[in-house]
């Protein structure tokens, strides 16, 4: 009852506050606009719009009474704006356990932690130990030979990018089990997730997945015996391991969704054909405890300059005082702040705002101000499990495949300050930074397109292509959702302003948000998007028919490979 309540006065909220928003925008795409919408799609009410939840589900009826309110044409399933996307939710097992032979049994959550949870129901019975070595010293890891049936364990030394860890477990594919020993490293809620379930849209078992474990340094001494630290690389332990581990599945509680609306061309010859412009408005949810904001941030901004893509290790002395220094300066003018939710203003609040104001510059516009192809406008759901609402549409679409001609993806474009940007880059540090990703990698006419559009912009930007370089150990080209289309052969790019200091923390707030610059990213992809109509003529579409073919042929993640084969 009280649930019903609750979904009761939510919708009212929403629909009472997408009608004021209409009668109060007066022009499209300004920064005032982008202010209102987004300070509703990353309010508290909505609880940190994870996938399958509540609050994702509010917004998802937002954007549809936007797409609405504009006059879209309905575009998902059986006539309506939304296309539903299965999901389950996939929780570890709490009746996982693993015992060495030495008499050690591990605590799930505290000393071993599964994470691999597309494996069949894995059964340890007295295999034997090995010890891997450093993944910061790759020289003398142990190579694969031997391995085959063993419990591998891999050391992480605090501080080191976890990201890096993924291209060095394939040598360890026919190990038993691989240990890897970071589990110190995560964050209590990162913990909390990964034991209490993710949304998943696939629940099939792949046997020839690697079985991972996340291990704490005390779970990876009572299975080694001693401290990694103190063990030389190939050493079996002498213990054998035994146990089991698995995941549970059940459906998630609200229905996840994509949001889809067609805006039609203007030309009769084209207008069966799209340009798909997309955002994701799924976040990643709230915490179970609360954390002073102020204190967090003060934290992150002298420690993790890159949220939570930032590596958590331990603080010097120098910068204990800065992080002081700047609580104390905020200490004279508030007292604390506790906040647990996440609310994902950056992330992807403002893409998704800005394919709304996009929507209502050309839903506006006449003649030959309007596009002559069709835009398809997408807002995906599960981006942040995985991608996983624009890879069900793009291999489930509502329409042709063929007919998208282009993606434009817009994720996290809504900062803005020199402090937003601690990676540096071309242009980092000033309001002129983009991060593109993807541009050329299928069709180098659609790159020169974007690079026209922007050419024309009043203040144009510098476009960052660094972390589009093929073999970038970051692979952000295959993270974000243009990705899912470019499986496809369509020529696909993510625009981003780049990750900062409150990527994925509590401290993703409207307030931080450069609306003047997050106003510029969206004009020129509108700008980008009516131009579209210049380029890409049908005799490249056997060339996107044989990238996809070998795409199909050489399997996930091996896009770039694909485009290599097919130039």
């Not at 996840?256 to 976040?283: F, K, M, T």
């Not at 997050?518 to 980008?528: F, G, I, S, W």
Request: glycine residues 8%.
């Amino acid at each position: 009852m009280k649930r019903f309540l609750f979904t009761t006065i939510a919708v009212v909220s929403v629909s009472v506050a997408c009608r004021s928003l209409g009668a109060q925008t007066q022009r499209a795409i300004t920064p005032a606009d982008l202010r209102q919408r987004l300070y509703l799609i990353a309010d508290d009410s909505m609880m940190g719009r994870a996938t399958g939840s509540a609050g994702a589900f509010k917004v998802s009826a937002y954007v549809a009474a936007e797409f609405r309110r504009l006059g879209l044409e309905p575009a998902g399933d059986r006539g309506t704006y939304f296309q539903r996307v299965p999901f389950w939710v996939v929780a570890m097992d709490p009746q996982s356990r693993l015992v060495t032979s030495g008499g050690s049994t591990l605590q799930l959550g505290t000393d071993f932690l599964p994470v691999s949870f597309a494996v069949p129901p894995k059964v340890l019975d007295q295999t034997p130990i090995v010890y891997a070595g450093s993944v910061a010293d790759t020289a003398s890891l142990v190579p694969p030979a031997g391995i085959a049936g063993k419990f591998v364990v891999l050391d992480v030394p605090a501080g080191f990018d976890r990201r890096a860890i993924g291209p060095l477990l394939g040598r360890y594919r026919d190990a038993a089990t691989v240990g890897i020993v970071a589990l110190d490293q995560l964050g209590g809620e990162q913990i909390a997730r990964i034991r209490d379930g993710r949304p998943v849209s696939d629940t099939s078992r792949n046997p020839r997945a690697i079985a991972l474990v996340w291990l704490s340094r005390r779970g990876a001494t009572a299975v080694l015996g001693s401290d990694p630290a103190t063990v030389t690389p190939g050493a079996t332990a002498g213990n054998t391991i035994s146990g089991q581990f698995d995941f549970s599945r059940k459906p998630v509680e609200w229905p996840a969704r994509n949001v889809v609306g067609i805006l039609r061309g203007r030309d009769p010859a084209l207008r069966q054909e799209y340009v798909a412009l997309s955002a994701h408005h799924d976040h990643i949810g709230f915490d179970r405890s609360p954390v002073d904001h102020d204190s967090l941030r003060a934290f992150n901004r002298v420690v993790r300059p890159m949220g939570a893509d930032s590596p958590m290790r331990s603080t010097t002395d120098a910068e204990q005082a800065s992080i002081r220094t700047i609580l104390d300066s905020l200490r004279a003018v508030r007292g604390p702040r506790p906040d647990s939710i996440r609310n994902g203003a950056d992330d992807d609040g403002s893409g998704t705002v800005a394919i709304l104001a996009i929507a209502e510059a050309f839903a506006r516009a006449s003649g030959n101000q309007r596009p002559r192809r069709s835009i398809l406008f997408i807002s995906h759901t599960g981006e942040e499990a995985g991608l996983l609402g624009s890879r069900w549409y793009s291999d489930h679409p509502t329409v042709p495949i063929d007919s998208i001609v282009g993606e434009i993806d817009q994720d996290m474009i809504g900062r803005g300050t020199a402090s937003d940007f601690p990676r540096g880059g071309t242009g980092a540090g000033s309001p002129t930074y983009l991060e593109v990703i993807g541009a050329k990698r299928i069709s180098r006419e659609f790159g020169d397109m974007l690079e026209a559009a922007n050419a024309k912009q009043p203040v144009p930007f510098v476009f960052d292509y660094t972390y589009d370089a093929p073999g970038h150990p970051l692979q952000y080209y295959c993270r974000a959702d243009h990705y899912s289309y470019a499986r496809y052969g369509i020529p696909s790019v993510a625009f981003s302003r780049g990750e900062h200091l409150d990527y994925h923390q509590v401290t993703d707030e409207a307030q931080y948000i450069s609306y003047s610059d997050l106003a510029r990213v969206a004009q020129m992809v509108h700008d980008a998007v009516r131009n579209v109509y210049r380029y890409l003529s049908q005799g490249h579409w056997p060339a996107r028919r044989a990238l996809r073919s070998a795409y199909q042929r050489l399997g996930k993640y091996s896009i770039t490979t694909a485009i290599a084969q097919t130039r």
